[in-house]
C-alpha cells in the first residue's frame, strides 16, 4: 500500500473523486489492463461472499435452488428473444475465433441466461408436476457498451444472482415476487444498512421483455437515485419463444408463467456511497470481514511484553479480530490505515490500558473513545458493532426520508430536481407522453411507482393536469 494512504478529496466537493480514491485506497478494488472491467481485491470479494450467502439462504428457504449454465451462447437462441435481446445488441462480447478456426456460429460472452436457460427448460418442463421450477445462478456477465467505467456502479463484467422461475399460473408466480423481494430488501436494510424504496417501474423503465417489473431504489449522498436488486414478471412472453410448455391436469398444453431476478455487485458501490466519509471507507459491522483491530501502542520491550499478551487474549476472545502487530509502522499510521479500510472498531492497548486491566476502542463511524473492562470485552464490543450498525441504517434512512419531498406543482419538481435532488413524491397520470416530458424536461426519471404509498385520490397529473392514477417518486439518476 502506499504511504500516501489517507483520502485526499473531499465527499461534498467532488463525489466521484472521491469515492474512486476510498475504493482504490480502501483495497475494495484496483484496475485493470481490460478498460472498464476490475479487480475485486479480497476485501471486496468477502463482503461480497457474506451478501451472497444472505440472500442465498433466503433463496434456500424460499425453495430457489442453484445452478450453472454455460458462459457462451450461440446466436441462435439469443435471436429467439428478439425483444429481449434487441436491448442488449450493442453490449454483448461476441467470440468468432477458436486458436486459428472461425467458429461456423458465433458465440456471445454471457450478458444476461435466458436464452441458454430457457433452450434446457423446455425440455426439463413436461408436466404441471414439474412446477413450481425454481433454479438461481451465481455468476459474471459481460455488457461491454458504456462510456464512463466506475468500480462496481458500472463495469463490463461484473457479479450478480439471475434467478429464472417457472410457474403454472400468474397467480402462482406472483406468490413468490412478496418472498423475494423481501430477501433483497432484509439484505439490503439489515446487512448493508442501506434503505430501500419498494415498488413497480413504469413501462418505459421494465426490464425488456417483462410484463412488470418491481424494483428497490435508493437514494444516494448527491441526490440522485440508483437502483438495487429487481423483480420481473415476464408472463409467457419467453415461454412462447422457446416453446416451454406443460400438460395441465386436465392434460391441456399450456405456456409456463416465468420470473427473473437478481441482486448485482452493484450494491457494493451504493455501500461505499452511503456510509463512506471523507477518511476512508466506513462497512456495516454485520458485512466487515474484519470487525475489530487491536493497534499495541509501546515504546520499549519492557512495555512490549505485557502488552502484546493482552493482544492477543483480546484477538482470541472476539471473533473477526486483527492485532496489527507490525514494528515498521507507528501507531498513527495504523489508525490511519485502519480509517481507509473501514474496520468498524479499533481497540488502544497501551501500557495504561494493561495496568488498569481496560481497553480503549474507537468506533470507525464517529470517532467515539470509550474505555471498556476486559471483564465485559465480549459483551461491550458486541453493543458497540450491534449500535455502530443500527446508527447507519438510522443516518441512511434519515437522509432519505429528508430529501424525499412532495410536491403537485409543476415548477416546484422541476426546481426541486435542479437545486435540491432526492425524491420528488409527485402525482402521475400514468401515461408515458407525460413520463417522457418530464424526463426531457427535467432530466429526472421515474424511479418506481412506491407500493407504500394509496392512491393519489383527487389529484392531478404533476404535468397534464389530467387525473392521477399513481403516485410516483421522480429523480435524476445514476
Same mark, same amino acid.
Given at each position: 500500500?502506499?504511504?500516501?494512504?489517507?483520502?485526499?478529496?473531499?465527499?461534498?466537493?467532488?463525489?466521484?473523486?472521491?469515492?474512486?480514491?476510498?475504493?482504490?485506497?480502501?483495497?475494495?478494488?484496483?484496475?485493470?489492463?481490460?478498460?472498464?472491467?476490475?479487480?475485486?481485491?479480497?476485501? *471486496?470479494?468477502? $463482503?461480497?461472499?457474506?451478501?451472497?450467502?444472505?440472500?442465498?439462504?433466503?433463496?434456500?428457504?424460499?425453495?430457489? /435452488?442453484?445452478?450453472?449454465?454455460?458462459?457462451?451462447?450461440?446466436? #441462435?437462441?439469443?435471436?429467439?428473444?428478439?425483444?429481449?435481446?434487441?436491448?442488449?445488441?450493442?453490449?454483448?462480447?461476441?467470440?468468432?475465433?477458436?486458436?486459428?478456426?472461425?467458429?461456423?456460429?458465433?458465440? *456471445?460472452?454471457?450478458?444476461?441466461?435466458?436464452?441458454?436457460?430457457?433452450?434446457?427448460?423446455?425440455?426439463?418442463?413436461?408436466?404441471?408436476?414439474?412446477?413450481?421450477?425454481?433454479?438461481?445462478?451465481?455468476?459474471?456477465?459481460?455488457?461491454?457498451?458504456?462510456?464512463?467505467?466506475?468500480?462496481?456502479?458500472?463495469?463490463?463484467?461484473?457479479?450478480?444472482?439471475?434467478?429464472?422461475?417457472?410457474? *403454472?399460473?400468474?397467480?402462482?408466480?406472483? /406468490?413468490?415476487? #412478496?418472498?423475494?423481494?423481501? *430477501?433483497?430488501? /432484509?439484505?439490503?436494510?439489515?446487512?448493508?444498512?442501506?434503505?430501500?424504496?419498494?415498488?413497480?417501474?413504469?413501462?418505459?423503465?421494465?426490464?425488456?421483455?417483462?410484463?412488470?417489473?418491481?424494483?428497490?431504489?435508493?437514494?444516494?449522498?448527491?441526490?440522485?437515485?440508483?437502483?438495487?436488486?429487481?423483480?420481473?414478471?415476464?408472463?409467457?412472453?419467453?415461454?412462447?419463444?422457446?416453446?416451454?410448455?406443460?400438460?395441465?391436469?386436465?392434460?391441456?398444453?399450456?405456456?409456463?408463467?416465468?420470473?427473473?431476478?437478481?441482486?448485482?455487485?452493484?450494491?457494493?458501490?451504493?455501500?461505499?456511497?452511503?456510509?463512506?466519509?471523507?477518511?476512508?471507507?466506513?462497512?456495516?459491522?454485520?458485512?466487515?470481514?474484519?470487525?475489530?483491530?487491536?493497534?499495541?501502542?509501546?515504546?520499549?520491550?519492557?512495555?512490549?511484553?505485557? $502488552?502484546?499478551?493482552?493482544?492477543?487474549?483480546?484477538?482470541?476472545?472476539?471473533?473477526?479480530?486483527?492485532?496489527?502487530?507490525?514494528?515498521?509502522?507507528?501507531?498513527?499510521?495504523?489508525?490511519?490505515?485502519?480509517?481507509?479500510?473501514?474496520?468498524?472498531?479499533?481497540?488502544?492497548?497501551?501500557?495504561?490500558?494493561?495496568?488498569?486491566?481496560?481497553?480503549?476502542?474507537?468506533?470507525?463511524?464517529?470517532?467515539?473513545?470509550?474505555?471498556?473492562?476486559?471483564?465485559?470485552?465480549?459483551?461491550?464490543?458486541?453493543?458497540?458493532?450491534?449500535?455502530?450498525?443500527?446508527?447507519?441504517?438510522?443516518?441512511?434512512?434519515?437522509?432519505?426520508?429528508?430529501?424525499?419531498?412532495?410536491?403537485?406543482?409543476?415548477?416546484?419538481?422541476?426546481?426541486?430536481?435542479?437545486?435540491?435532488?432526492?425524491?420528488?413524491?409527485?402525482?402521475?397520470?400514468?401515461?408515458?407522453?407525460?413520463?417522457?416530458?418530464?424526463?426531457?424536461?427535467?432530466?429526472?426519471?421515474?424511479?418506481?411507482?412506491?407500493?407504500?404509498?394509496?392512491?393519489?385520490?383527487?389529484?392531478?397529473?404533476?404535468?397534464?393536469?389530467?387525473?392521477?392514477?399513481?403516485?410516483?417518486?421522480?429523480?435524476?439518476?445514476?
Amino acid at each position: 500500500m502506499s504511504e500516501e494512504l489517507g483520502v485526499k478529496t473531499k465527499k461534498d466537493e467532488d463525489i466521484s473523486e472521491w469515492y474512486r480514491e476510498v475504493v482504490i485506497k480502501s483495497g475494495l478494488a484496483d484496475y485493470t489492463s481490460v478498460s472498464g472491467c476490475i479487480v475485486f481485491r479480497p476485501l *471486496a470479494y468477502k $463482503i461480497w461472499e457474506k451478501v451472497k450467502k444472505e440472500v442465498d439462504d433466503r433463496f434456500k428457504n424460499i425453495g430457489i /435452488e442453484n445452478a450453472y449454465f454455460p458462459l457462451f451462447i450461440p446466436e #441462435k437462441l439469443l435471436e429467439k428473444e428478439a425483444d429481449h435481446f434487441e436491448g442488449f445488441t450493442p453490449e454483448v462480447a461476441w467470440v468468432t475465433r477458436a486458436g486459428s478456426s472461425e467458429l461456423d456460429e458465433k458465440l *456471445a460472452v454471457r450478458p444476461t441466461s435466458e436464452a441458454i436457460m430457457y433452450d434446457s427448460y423446455k425440455d426439463w418442463i413436461r408436466s404441471w408436476r414439474d412446477l413450481p421450477h425454481r433454479m438461481n445462478q451465481w455468476n459474471n456477465v459481460v455488457r461491454w457498451e458504456f462510456k464512463h467505467a466506475t468500480p462496481f456502479l458500472r463495469t463490463r463484467e461484473f457479479l450478480w444472482n439471475e434467478g429464472h422461475n417457472a410457474y *403454472a399460473t400468474e397467480e402462482k408466480a406472483l /406468490e413468490d415476487r #412478496k418472498k423475494v423481494l423481501d *430477501a433483497y430488501h /432484509e439484505v439490503c436494510e439489515e446487512y448493508m444498512a442501506i434503505p430501500c424504496v419498494r415498488g413497480r417501474k413504469t413501462d418505459k423503465e421494465k426490464f425488456a421483455g417483462a410484463v412488470d417489473t418491481y424494483s428497490l431504489e435508493h437514494l444516494l449522498p448527491d441526490g440522485r437515485a440508483i437502483q438495487g436488486p429487481d423483480y420481473h414478471y415476464d408472463g409467457t412472453n419467453f415461454a412462447e419463444a422457446f416453446d416451454i410448455t406443460f400438460a395441465d391436469e386436465d392434460g391441456k398444453e399450456r405456456y409456463v408463467h416465468q420470473t427473473t431476478y437478481a441482486i448485482t455487485t452493484r450494491q457494493l458501490g451504493v455501500m461505499v456511497l452511503t456510509h463512506s466519509d471523507d477518511r476512508g471507507l466506513v462497512i456495516p459491522p454485520r458485512l466487515a470481514p474484519t470487525k475489530t483491530v487491536v493497534v499495541p501502542i509501546y515504546h520499549d520491550e519492557d512495555e512490549k511484553k505485557e $502488552i502484546m499478551d493482552m493482544s492477543d487474549e483480546i484477538s482470541n476472545r472476539l471473533e473477526s479480530c486483527k492485532v496489527d502487530d507490525r514494528d515498521h509502522k507507528t501507531p498513527g499510521w495504523k489508525f490511519n490505515e485502519w480509517e481507509v479500510k473501514g474496520i468498524p472498531l479499533r481497540i488502544e492497548i497501551g501500557s495504561n490500558e494493561v495496568d488498569e486491566g481496560k481497553l480503549t476502542i474507537v468506533r470507525r463511524d464517529t470517532g467515539e473513545k470509550k474505555s471498556v473492562s476486559m471483564e465485559d470485552l465480549e459483551e461491550k464490543i458486541e453493543d458497540e458493532l450491534n449500535e455502530m450498525q443500527k446508527d447507519l441504517f438510522s443516518r441512511a434512512k434519515e437522509y432519505m426520508e429528508k430529501n424525499t419531498r412532495e410536491t403537485t406543482d409543476y415548477d416546484e419538481l422541476r426546481d426541486t430536481v435542479e437545486e435540491r435532488g432526492g425524491f420528488i413524491k409527485a402525482p402521475w397520470c400514468g401515461k408515458q407522453l407525460c413520463e417522457e416530458m418530464i424526463k426531457d424536461e427535467t432530466k429526472a426519471k421515474i424511479t418506481n411507482i412506491p407500493s407504500k404509498y394509496d392512491e393519489p385520490s383527487g389529484k392531478r397529473c404533476v404535468r397534464c393536469g389530467e387525473e392521477a392514477k399513481y403516485w410516483a417518486h421522480f429523480a435524476k439518476s445514476r
